[in-house]
């Protein structure tokens, strides 16, 4: 859907560019002329990733960082600049999650999501933004958020409240950081199919949390859908877009509407159920 040279020598940072989501849009962007920094905790997936990079036609540098600790974070922005001359853009991409009760999270817990979550996106963003300054040329920050980064979620506390800081994070320096030319947006996806994911969020026997049968579209997002939306967020064409967020979910998020569980049922047993509602004609 674009032309291939979209993002044509533009250098990327993805934080969890190895795995899931945050290597299919490194991919994606990969395939439309970006140079990419591969960044997470474990070398062997983030190499990887950069073979894949290589064999669409461009090249990738695989730098581990811990996004949680600054100085980890600025040392992948020094290896970035020395091997690429230059920074473009950051996608927050790197995440942490798992399902409890909120009564039974320790401290520790909720630190240790909202530590890579909020602090980490800070910590990128920041360390990302500084270069982009230095640099004078503007640029653009994209974060992943959650459909529940706006509701809240059972279950999820410290990823919706981090989640949340990483939204007003977007809308906040969209204006602060405008005069530099920086854009920052966020993608909200529903539930897209990666291991990560599935594994910490889908309990075994409970499939129906992550169900496509509660979504309008019926369908689980796709991956090349998402990388999609993200491309166009980080290209020129994008540039009067700044600080939104933009959801992409087949729909899900929206069924909260009062009526909307109708839609969940067979329709002809709807259709004649209403039907017989209605009062007849008159005259
Ligand atoms: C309760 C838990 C827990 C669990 C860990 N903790 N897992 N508490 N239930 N399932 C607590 C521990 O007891 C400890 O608390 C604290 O959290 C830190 O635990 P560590 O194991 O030391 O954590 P750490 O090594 O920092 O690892 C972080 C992690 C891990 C989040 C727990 O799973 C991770 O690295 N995940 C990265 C990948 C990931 O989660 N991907 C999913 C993203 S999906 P104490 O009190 O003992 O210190 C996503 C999708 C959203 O975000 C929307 C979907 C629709
Ligand atoms: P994933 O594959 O588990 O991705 C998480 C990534 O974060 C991993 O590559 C992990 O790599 C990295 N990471 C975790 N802690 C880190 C740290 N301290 N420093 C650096 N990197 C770290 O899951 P995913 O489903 O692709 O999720 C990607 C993003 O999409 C996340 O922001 C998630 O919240 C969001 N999202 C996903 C869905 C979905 O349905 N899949 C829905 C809504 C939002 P290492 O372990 O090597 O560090």
Redesign the pocket.
Known sequence: MFKDDLLKDKVIVV??????????MALRCAELGAKLVL?????E??DEAAKEVAERGSEALAQ??????YA?VEGMVAAAVARFGRVDGLI??????FLCPSEDLSPGGFQAIV???LN?TFHATHAVGKQLIEQGEGGTIL??????ATHGSAYVLP?ACA?AGVKVLTHSLAVEWAKYKIRLNA???????????????MPPGMEDV?SADKIPAKR??EHHELANLAAYLLADGSAYVTGQEITIDGGESLMAGEFNGLTLLDPGNVAQVLAMMRPPKKG
Do not use: H, M
Request: aromatic share 6%.
């Open positions: 934080t969890g560019g190895g795995t899931g989501l945050g290597k299919s960044t997470s905790r474990r070398q997936v983030i581990t960082c811990d996004i949680r600790d980890s927050n991409n790197a995440a942490g999650n530590s890579i979550v980490g974060s992943i958020t959650t459909t529940y990823s989640k993608i909200a996806p529903g539930p897209f199919p990666t291991e990560g994911a599935w594994a910490k969020l992550l689980f997002g």
